[in-house]
């Protein structure tokens, strides 16, 4: 077995739809080994390392290849009410 020199954790992305662009965020976290004691440190905890999370904002137009996406009557609006 090999040692490595840290380990992380990374969340599953939020994702939130704008009529015109898409903001995708998603959280980690780093543990390394303390040098003195037998217990794991959050790296972000260090100097300079603060930041902890990421957020992309993504025009709409990316996910359709740069133009604008065609309705499409198979899907809702996500910006109608809900139904039962």
Known sequence: MQGVEAHGRWSYPSVFV???????????????????????????Q???????QKLKVLPLRWFYGGKEPAPNPQLKSPFEPATP
Not at 27 to 44: F, K, L, N, Q
Not at 46 to 52: E, Q
């Open 46 to 52: 260090k100097p300079g390392k603060k930041i902890n």
């Open 18 to 44: 704008l009529p015109d662009r898409v903001f995708i965020a998603h959280t980690y976290g780093v543990w390394e080994d303390e040098p003195d004691r037998a217990e794991p440190i959050v790296s972000s």
